[in-house]
Antibody, heavy 116, light 112 residues
């Protein structure tokens, strides 16, 4: 059974940084791209970043480019999202999803709140 | 970026009646390999999104057959043949043909 478990969310001050993690199980992790999709409170879904199975290719939404870094550790079956220079509009539930643009499995999400 | 436009944004439905959601894209979603990468997701209240349909009309494992997807090019439809109480939630279309992947605004399905 495929499982994705995000962690690392919390309350961060504006301008701060945070690293989110997503632990995967139930599939050959290194064979699949992984992505992060976020959802601001009461809003829709927004793709933010993807990483190839090897980690050699990374992709970012223009809205976050330069402030986010996606990475993965295939020995730990984990994908990470480091966010910096956080602003109020980064407040959202961050979901990790399997795949580059197919998103056949999603985690339960982790809430990031940016506030002073 | 490809813009995905859903209608209606709110859909009150009577239990047991059909429901239909439209999704239109600003560019054709046919990829060079001939496939069309249009997915539908369901997000029940308080839950994560769940993929229902991939490549226009393929149901994911465990998805009831009352859900069906159709369409081509730039126009797509998700249909629920007979709405059940568990179908309440927000439905999103998403295209994966053109980079970056983009979602529709979501359609909220509720029971009348």
């Amino acid at each position: 059974e495929v499982q994705l478990l995000e962690s690392g969310g919390g309350l961060v001050q504006p301008g701060g940084y945070l690293r989110l993690s997503c632990a995967a199980s139930g599939f050959r992790f290194s064979s699949y791209a992984m992505s992060w999709v976020r959802q601001a409170p009461g809003k829709g879904l927004e793709w933010v970043s993807s990483i190839s199975g090897t980690g050699g290719s990374t992709y970012y939404a223009d809205s976050v480019k330069g402030r986010l870094t996606i990475s993965r550790d295939n020995s730990k079956n984990t994908v990470y999202l480091q966010l910096s220079s956080l602003g109020a509009d980064d407040t959202a539930v961050y979901y990790c999803a399997k795949g580059r643009a197919d998103f056949d499995y999603w985690g339960q999400g982790t809430l990031l709140t940016v506030s002073s | 970026d490809v813009v995905m436009t859903q209608s209606p944004l709110s859909l009150p439905v009577t239990l047991g009646q059909p429901a239909s959601i439209s999704c239109r894209s600003t560019q054709s979603l046919v990829y060079r390999d001939g496939d069309t990468y249009l997915n539908w997701f369901q997000q029940r209240p308080g839950q994560s999104p769940r993929r229902l349909i991939y490549k226009v009309s393929n149901r994911d494992s465990g998805v009831p057959d009352r859900f069906s997807g159709s369409g081509s090019g730039t126009d797509f439809t998700l249909k629920i043949s007979r709405v059940e109480a568990e179908d309440v939630g927000v439905y999103y279309c998403m295209q994966g043909t053109h980079w970056p992947p983009t979602f529709g605004q979501g359609t909220k399905v509720e029971i009348k």
